[in-house]
């Protein structure tokens, strides 16, 4: 794996996300995404960058192959993935190089605290939450990070919350 296949699969079956939605005129929107049927070259170059997320998208016919998409959203993830493809690209570069000059500009860096609850795990923070019984406030202390963060890592990777009341006592 290198830049220059991440170039060229770039040309070919990527997406630079540069747009404002109707409803939202002052809100944009930006992005490299790559999308194809074969998961598998797609989580190669994510290990490579080392950014992104990747989802599985829908079907658009019933017998197709699933769909997945590999996106890079974050700031500072653009920027150095960008300057990365810039030299590399053909078809795609203008518009790459009209985000990147916007993404410098009008985003703001993320926060010294992003990644550090990706750096505790899934596993770690499911085990602290239901096991050791901390709170999400507890749990961001514990990491670092405010507690909302911890809302939204255990929503998007699944972690359901306990019910009301006092914590069940798990017998070994």
């Known amino acids: 794996m290198d830049w220059s296949y991440i170039a060229g699969y ?38 490579f960058m080392g950014c992104g997320r990747i989802s599985k998208g829908r079907r658009m016919k019933l017998g197709r192959r699933d769909i997945y998409s590999l996106e890079v959203r974050c700031r500072d993830d653009i920027l150095r993935v960008g300057r990365q493809l810039l030299p ?6 203008q518009r790459l190089l009209e985000m990147v000059a ?26 602290l939450y239901w096991l050791e ?23 998007r ?7 009301r009341g006092p914590i069940p006592q798990i017998q070994h």
């Not at 590399?88 to 570069?93: G, H, M």
């Open 10 to 47: 770039f040309d070919g079956e990527g997406n630079v996300v540069f747009n404002a939605p109707p409803s939202r005129p002052n809100y944009v929107i930006t992005g490299l995404c790559w999308t194809n049927t074969h998961l598998e070259s797609l989580a190669a170059m994510q290990a």
């Open 88 to 93: 590399r690209l053909v078809i795609k570069r």
């Open 102 to 127: 916007f993404v410098r500009e009008h985003r703001r860096s993320q926060p010294k605290t992003w990644g550090r609850l990706a750096a505790l795990g899934v596993a770690e923070v499911r085990r």
């Open 133 to 155: 019984g901390l709170n999400q406030k507890q749990i961001g202390v514990r990491a670092g990070v405010p507690r909302n963060a911890v809302a939204v890592f255990m929503g």
């Open 157 to 163: 990777n699944g972690i359901k919350g306990r019910p």
